[in-house]
């Protein structure tokens, strides 16, 4: 570190209580010549601060995610997203488990309409039919309800890629083992 590296970091390891991981990387910042004063926050990890240091780097817009709000996956996500030129503002929302941002980011790559599935009343696993579904040019609103379970979603999903009729198992109250034998049945007789 130059001096006026060390004369920052010992600024704000003298104002602050850090542990010594995030210390360590305050310190990797300076020495990477990036803007420290971003992540030198005493509720960020070192995890986040870590994924904070990574978006400075790649020199995407870091003030979307940091946040203490987001923890260092979700905030993963948002930079990954960033870093492809993504809107990440469909979900960079707190209310997003990092899991379901993946399923959003995997949507928008491919250009899919997400906003079928980009919702947190489903859970990534759910998202992750519907985003199926879309890839596969099928008519997700059949099963895009959250009261269908990510297995009951699949078996839906399966019927109408074989291009059956799913309506006598369109149903959540079918547990999703009848709706695969019915499903197993109907595609049999077609």
């Known amino acids: 570190m130059n001096k006026e590296q060390l004369l920052i970091y010992n600024n704000l390891i003298s104002k602050y209580n850090f542990d010594n991981d995030q210390k360590t990387q305050i310190r990797k910042g300076l020495e990477k010549g990036l803007n420290v004063e971003i992540y030198a926050k005493l509720e960020f990890n ?42 990440v503002s469909i979900y960079s929302k707190s ?64 019927g109408l890629e074989k291009n059956i009729d799913v309506t006598p198992y369109l149903n959540p109250g079918i547990k999703w083992e009848q709706m695969e034998k019915i499903r197993l049945e109907l595609e049999s007789n077609k």
């Open 46 to 87: 070192k995890f986040q601060m870590q994924e904070i240091m990574l978006g400075l780097e790649r020199n995407v817009n870091v003030l979307i995610y940091a946040t203490p709000e987001f923890n260092e996956n979700q905030m993963s996500q948002i930079r990954y997203g960033l870093e492809q030129g993504l809107d």
């Open 95 to 158: 209310e997003f488990y990092s899991s379901q941002m993946n399923q959003i980011l995997l949507g928008l790559q491919n250009k899919l309409d997400i906003s079928l599935y980009a919702r947190p009343e489903f859970n990534s696993l759910q998202m992750e039919e519907i985003r199926k579904g879309l890839e596969n040019k099928i008519n997700v609103n059949y099963y895009a309800n959250s009261e269908f379970n990510f297995l009951q979603m699949e078996q839906i999903r399966l």
